[in-house]
């Protein structure tokens, strides 16, 4: 049985193929149009997944969208009859939209499919299951446990903004949800948008910038006290209350009322690309603290309600890390599994489990013990004559190893001593995050490595940091984690045994000059507040990259490597090999592994582009 899940026109279309209750393909469509969080319905994707699995679209026994869009229509005439005469502009411009498309979405599906490929559209069943149900069986479906409570935490689907279900065996109920327009993901996307942060985008920048807060400055706790006061009520079940006459997102274009917020806060909105100053430090440190306390008590309701020893989550806020973290540690469930593509993208996924095991109720199989996810490792994968002919075109100089044993001490080498490498290998990555198939690699040991990753190779804000990549074996020896970490969804203190002493006034220091204090002798893994946002490598998943990591111990004694995706800012992670070779010569990236091949950027031929290649990516 093939069962094809798609998620589109929102953010990050993606296409999924559930095969035999296995998950053969995933990918998003952002990755071959190089449109970041490309919206469009995923045409290349969906290809991808058919060719992987081998089927035409009429030997597909299911055609699975991620939501009911008539529902969350539904959702949007009751929201503005609810909050008239406000937002009519608003309504004005989404009626005439859905009327012509979104209200015939088969139509509209058939349409697009018929692009790709001829087929019978009445022999094909399309299925819509609601949306935070795609999202948790995204979570429980792959997920090792037989049975688990399973959190979704997102902005909003049709009406539900956060859910509690019951997963065990082939069954997924949910068991209580938290409605439109009181949601978490909206909360904190409203101050994504206040600090000056692209919505759906930036939220991992307000994330990575928290922790420059003060947490014992007199500003940062009013700013708790205010954010709880006026903006969230908190129930001590995790639900929430959000005052609507804060809030803009229900029937306007816009997140907050900025008059309001300037006159809780003190400050005006911050516009994109402006100089960060301690007080959007501190206000993002609390709206971190807020949602760690709220994600908190969801996660102890969710074990109430189910009693389960295992959790599941998935949605958008579960791509909140040091969230993620913070519960780890709380040692509510015995074992966390988090979607790695938690946001939209992921629901294509669930979608198509959901119908393969509820709608035709299939079997599952589950160990406890190994997940579905196959390490996100779902996308397109190019042979060395692909990647050869995709170089012929640029007339790149390469270097052809004689074996994988060569490869990689030649590029443990050329880490060692400070160069940047494109590593490009494999399946391509699934989810928001390059696991060591389409990655950027440096030398953690680095002092300069952060500093040169984000100005002269991502081209972003040099406060952001990056993440670790460690043998499973070997994390004990750097950090404080209890459990593996695949998909980098986890942060964990570094050990103290490799922290350093820092100044006294180490927390009062202007936000630039405390990120370049050497906190520990990883810095450039180190954030500010000696965490890192750790990624485990088992060498059943990853042989390359595990292997790749053990040459780099044995060279250098270090078993740490620093992993960043291979992309610049705005730029979607690279899918081919055109994509990353044009990423090397773009950047000042040293030198790039791909495949079988070396290539060195001193000995490629003059890079004529000039810079309008930027105008195509949009800052994020």
């Keep these: 049985m093939t069962i094809l899940g798609i998620s589109a ?25 190089r449109k970041k969080h490309d919206a469009d319905f995923p045409i290349h994707a969906i290809k991808y997944c058919l060719r992987q699995a081998g089927v035409s679209i009429s030997q597909v026994d299911a055609i699975v969208f991620y939501d009911k869009p ?98 065990n065996g082939e069954s997924l109920e949910i068991k209580n949800e938290l409605h439109f327009p009181h949601s978490l993901g909206l909360l904190y996307s409203a101050f994504t948008f206040f600090l000056g942060f692209k919505v759906n985008s930036g939220e991992y920048k307000l994330m990575g910038l ?14 708790v006290q205010k954010i709880k006061a006026s903006l969230v009520d908190i129930k001590p079940d995790g639900s929430i209350w959000l005052d609507q006459s804060y809030f803009d997102y229900a029937t306007g274009d816009r997140m907050v009322k900025e008059d309001k917020w300037k006159d809780l806060f003190g400050f005006e909105r911050r516009n994109e690309e402006s100089e960060l100053a301690q007080k959007h430090c501190n206000l993002a440190y ?29 949605g958008g806020v579960a791509l909140n890390c040091v969230a993620n973290g913070k519960l780890q540690q709380a040692n509510l469930f015995k074992n966390i599994f988090i979607q790695p593509a938690s946001g939209d993208a992921g629901g294509a996924v669930g979608a198509a489990f959901a119908a393969y095991h509820i709608y035709f109720k299939q079997a599952r ?74 990655s950027i690699l440096g030398d953690p040991r680095n002092a300069e490595m952060q500093k040169k990753l984000n100005l002269k190779i991502k081209f972003r804000e040099g406060f952001r940091p990056f993440a670790p990549a460690v043998r499973l074996e070997d994390k004990d020896e750097y950090f404080e984690m209890s459990s593996s970490s695949p998909y ?8 103290a045994v490799i922290r350093k002493l820092v100044p006294e006034n180490y927390g009062n220091l202007p936000m630039m000059e405390r990120l370049y204090v050497e906190r520990s002798s990883l810095p450039t893994i180190t954030h500010v507040d000696f965490s890192a946002r750790v990624q485990t490598i088992d060498v059943k998943t990853n042989p390359d990259f595990w292997n790749l990591l053990t040459e780099f111990k044995s060279q ?65």
Excluded at 145 to 151: D, G, Q, S, T
Excluded at 210 to 223: L, S
Excluded at 403 to 422: C, F, P, S, Y
């Design 286 to 314: 609390a709206i971190q603290q807020v949602t760690e306390e709220i994600v908190l008590l969801l996660a102890k309701e969710a074990k109430r309600i189910t009693g389960s020893e295992n959790l599941c989550m998935a």
């Design 9 to 33: 026109f929102y953010h990050d279309s993606a296409a999924a193929i559930v095969q035999n209750g296995s998950l053969v393909a995933a990918a998003q469509e952002e990755r071959f149009t």
């Design 70 to 167: 008539l529902l969350k229509f539904e959702r949007l005439l009751e929201t503005y009859y609810g909050f008239a005469p406000k937002g009519l502009l608003s309504f004005l411009k989404a009626m005439p939209v859905w009327l012509k498309e979104k209200m015939f979405f088969k139509r509209l599906m058939r349409e697009h499919l018929e692009k790709l490929e001829g087929y019978d559209s009445k022999k094909v069943k399309f299925l819509f299951p609601e949306h935070h149900l795609s999202h948790a069986a995204s979570a429980f479906y792959p997920s090792p446990f037989r049975e688990a409570a399973v959190l979704t935490l997102d902005g909003v689907g049709e009406w539900a903004t956060a859910s509690i279900s019951y997963g």
């Design 365 to 438: 199989d589950a160990d406890n013990l190994n997940d579905k996810m196959n390490g996100a490792y779902l996308g397109v994968q190019y042979s060395d004559l692909d990647i050869a002919l995709d170089l012929k075109k640029y007339n790149a100089i390469t270097y052809a190893f004689t074996n994988k044993q060569e490869r990689d001490k030649k590029t443990v080498d050329l880490i060692a001593k400070g160069n940047v490498v494109g590593w490009f290998q494999g399946r391509m990555e699934f989810g928001p995050r390059s696991l060591g198939n389409r």
């Design 210 to 223: 928290a922790p420059y807060g003060n947490a014992d400055a007199q500003e940062t706790k009013d700013f």
């Design 488 to 495: 980098m969804l986890l942060v964990a203190p570094v050990k």
């Design 556 to 620: 250098t004694s270090c078993g740490v490597l620093v992993n960043t995706s291979f992309n610049v800012r705005g730029e979607p992670p690279v899918c081919t090999p055109e994509d990353a070779y044009k990423c090397f010569m773009r950047t000042e990236m040293d030198y790039l592994v791909i495949g079988n091949y070396l290539l060195s950027k001193t000995e490629q031929p003059t890079w004529l582009e000039n810079e309008d290649w930027k105008k195509e990516f949009t800052l994020d």
